[in-house]
């Protein structure tokens, strides 16, 4: 959908709550700051917001509140500065569940190839799991079952907690990650049910029924809820002319309709 389009922050904050996710294209192009806060203040979106990881002086180089996301051989963040791919995640690695509630990626340009953001759907197989193997997803609701370590090697920090919560407002929130910040504790919960429910969260997220990949273009923006579903990347392939530039924010908020 259109920015410009009448009624658009409506129509968005309809979308996300439906879907989790919603594209759009931005009018006029301009500074990715300046547009990343007419769009955040469209959706109520509040300041954005710093991760508790990049809050120390070891890190406090990626602590900006629009992050740079583009291949840069000097730098050394194992997840903004490479070419390669983003295996699943959400954003907010010593975060509480739930804290990062929404992110946004501005795509500035686009990849010569490949770059797509890959989104899964990690609420809707945790929903199948349950019905399929109450242990297994017991299991992912163990507030020992997941732990995250920074792979920053400035700085060892590492967060424990559950992979799906329950929310004050009784919505399932989830931190479903499977990548090499990852350590599971399969002695949580019933016996053999981390096991099981990671094996089944493997195969669902290969599922096209459950993910999706979006390439961006320039001038478009993905806002998506970061407490509902995984995301990650596919590597890709600048060309001098052509070189993926993405600019995050995160917020704190859930985007909400104006009064
Ligand atoms: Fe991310």
């Not at 907010?92 to 804290?99: A, E, H, M, P, R």
Request: glycine share 6%; net charge negative; proline share 6%.
């Amino acid at each position: 959908m259109d920015f410009t389009e009448h009624d658009a922050p409506n129509q968005l904050v309809h979308i996300l709550e439906e879907r989790g996710f919603a594209v759009v294209a931005m009018a006029a192009p301009g500074p990715p700051d300046a547009i990343l806060s007419s769009l955040a203040a469209a959706l109520r979106l509040g300041d954005p917001y710093v991760p508790a990881l990049y809050r120390y002086a070891e890190t406090k180089g990626y602590s900006a509140s629009y992050a740079d996301i583009r291949s840069d051989t000097k730098d050394h963040h194992p997840g903004f500065s490479t070419t390669a791919g983003q295996a699943w995640h959400v954003d907010g690695l010593l975060d509480d569940i739930g804290d990062i509630k929404t992110t946004i990626l501005y795509c500035v340009s686009a990849a010569h190839r490949g770059g797509d953001t890959l989104l899964f759907n990690s609420l809707a197989a945790f929903a199948e799991l349950r019905e399929k193997d109450p242990a297994a997803a017991e299991a992912l609701l163990s507030p020992r079952a997941l732990n995250r370590r920074s792979t920053i090697s400035a700085i060892d920090l590492n967060a424990t907690g559950p992979v799906f919560s329950v929310d004050e407002e009784g919505d399932l929130i989830t931190r479903y990650t499977d990548n090499e910040t990852c350590t599971w504790n399969f002695a949580a919960g019933p016996p053999g049910g981390l096991q099981r429910a990671l094996a089944f969260f493997r195969s669902a997220s290969d599922n096209p029924r459950y993910r999706l990949a979006i390439r961006l273009t320039a001038g478009e923006a993905l806002i998506f809820r970061n407490d509902r579903l995984a995301h990650g990347r596919q590597s890709y392939e600048d060309k001098p002319n052509a070189r993926r530039h993405l600019v995050r924010a995160l917020y704190a908020n859930v985007p909400t309709m104006p009064n």
